[in-house]
Nanobody
Framework: QVQLVESGGGLVQAGASLRLSCAASGRTFSGWTMGWFRQALGKEREFVAAINWSGGYTYYADSVKGRFTISRDNALNTVYLQMNSLKPEDTAVYYC????????????????WGRGTRVTVSS
């Protein structure tokens, strides 16, 4: 049973930083892509960032490029999302996703999801 557990969310002021973590368990994740998506109140869930198994390929939404960095530690089965220069529009519930997907930006490519961690950025 694959389990993804996010942590690290919170309430911060604009310009601050947060680091989200997603701990994966339940199987070997060799070859799996890990992604972060977010859903703001009243909006559809959107892609934020993704990273392939080796970490050699990373993908970002234009809205976070240059501010967010995704990384992973395969020995710990954990993926991170370092979020800098946070803006009020980054306020959302952030979800971790995992799968052997060839569509890292597409949420339909992921079968496994965490329950989310809330990030609130005040102005």
């Amino acid at each position: 049973q694959v389990q993804l557990v996010e942590s690290g969310g919170g309430l911060v002021q604009a310009g601050a930083s947060l680091r989200l973590s997603c701990a994966a368990s339940g199987r070997t994740f060799s070859g799996w892509t890990m992604g972060w998506f977010r859903q703001a109140l009243g909006k559809e869930r959107e892609f934020v960032a993704a990273i392939n198994w080796s970490g050699g390929y990373t993908y970002y939404a234009d809205s976070v490029k240059g501010r967010f960095t995704i990384s992973r530690d395969n020995a710990l089965n954990t993926v991170y999302l370092q979020m800098n220069s946070l803006k009020p529009e980054d306020t959302a519930v952030y979800y971790c996703a995992a799968d052997r997907t060839v569509r890292p930006r597409d949420e339909a490519g992921y079968d496994y999801w965490g329950r989310g961690t809330r990030v609130t950025v005040s102005s």
